[in-house]
């Protein structure tokens, strides 16, 4: 590290809906010497990444934005991608944010320097050291392609939902769709109109629950423009109507029926084929995978274009897909919604005390303090870490929970002159067994389903085990009792 490298107080990595915030917060704190290093050259995160036909978010934008930013412009009740990243961008304008953030700049390497005290950084631009390091990545970030033999021999046109070309017209061709998450759910309803034919290959059905969404009123607009308490009001009936689906997650499975009862009504009123209806019906509990909501995914599977297969995968041919049963389909176009890697790259690249990386740990097992610090890694934190996020919650309330917490670390050493924060001995540990305690009881670990909820041995992948309100208490304050600060 060269001894002219530039030098920052703080040093945040990604400019998605954690770093801006974040950033916002420092600034209302009085922390100016803030960089924000975004590898992408807009702000955005997923929601600039992602840009299939029908992105949009499936938590209600009056609770997925940020509590300091109203919109009372959302032109509908969930919002599109177009419009959340607009919202984003005019977030950064408005908090005067972007003269903060230094775009194309991707962080290719930060290592914890014992001897200075500091981060040391190399990005694409040339080296950085920093005080304290933040990551803000997104876990949606990279792409996940599934192992599937003779995908390389493939002659027609295949991508992921996350890099969508929009150059292959799919007018009056023949596309398979592997995976059937929520990326899927909403893009198969919009190409289905224009293909010739359309096969979706299913390893496990999705629960769909419905979606109600809605063009809002011009005067809704206006009365939520007139009147922020009655934004407060709605934010705060779609938080406690998302909050419920912790009956179902965490505290009893019994409280998961009425739920099940209207994703079963919802199959029952939008398949008539009653054989189509039996391989879309979950077998696993609401709750254990990503519930989806959706109006019009059923219905776009049951037109008669559009094929359902169920029978794994064998093998991909140049024109072709065949199943271990033997059917072969024929198709010029595939189109992955196979979900995004576990893991970010960037976790590679955050190295600690001992040399060991973020992802060396997550690896292991998933693991931090309160989603927010990690054992070894002196003056860095993080956003979304490992049981940092409830699964029944919008990911903007946690994330807002984590910048308090954040944002009140760094202000508690700037107080007490302190260099360096660093978790205790044995706190990490403790957090874990409860979290491990907590997760036994969980429809996460006991629903009857694999996915990115667990990892391979079955234990809770990393999701917070009870209610996202009872984390945001938790981490309304910096626990300086758990730190050992350094002078």
Known sequence: ?????????????????????????????????????????????????NTYPGCACDVPSQLYSYSFAANPHWSRTYGT?????????AVAVRFDILRHIRFGTEMLDARWDDPTGRWHIETGAGPLTADFLVSATGLFAEAEYPDIPGLDSFAGTSFHSLHWNHDHDLTGRRVAVIGTGAS?????????????????????????????????????RLLLRRFPLAGRAIRGSWFLAIESFGLVGFVDERFRHPFEMLGRLQLLRQVRDPRLRRRLTPDHMIGCKRVIFSDTYLPALGESNVAVV??????????????????????????????????????ERFVGREGRSVA??????????????????PNFFCTLGPFGAAGNQSAIFTIESQIAYIVDALRTARARSARRVELAPGVQDAFLDEMARRSVSTVWVSGGCTGYHQIPDGRN???????????????RKFDANSYVLGY
């Open 1 to 49: 590290m060269s001894a002219t490298a530039e030098h920052r107080h703080i040093v945040v990595v990604g400019a998605g809906f954690g770093g801006i915030g974040l950033a916002v917060r420092l600034r209302e704190a009085g922390f100016d010497d803030l960089l924000i290093l975004e590898r992408a050259d807009d702000l955005g995160g997923t929601w600039r990444a």
């Open 81 to 89: 991608q177009p419009e959340i990243l607009e919202y984003l961008r």
């Open 184 to 220: 899927a759910v909403q893009f198969v309803p919009r190409i289905q109109p224009e293909v010739a034919g359309l096969v979706v290959f299913q390893r496990s059905a999705p629960w769909i629950i419905p979606r109600l969404d809605r063009r809002t009123l011009p005067v809704e």
């Open 310 to 347: 169920t029978d794994a995968i064998a093998r991909v041919g140049p024109h072709s897909i065949v199943t271990r049963g033997g059917t072969e389909y024929p198709v010029d176009t595939i189109i992955f919604g196979t979900g995004f890697s576990a893991l970010p790259s960037a976790f």
């Open 360 to 377: 060396d740990l997550y690896s292991e097992q998933p693991q931090s303090y309160l989603g927010t610090a990690l054992a070894g890694f």
């Open 461 to 475: 992948a990393g999701l917070y085990p009870n209610w996202s309100i009872e984390y945001r208490y938790r981490t």
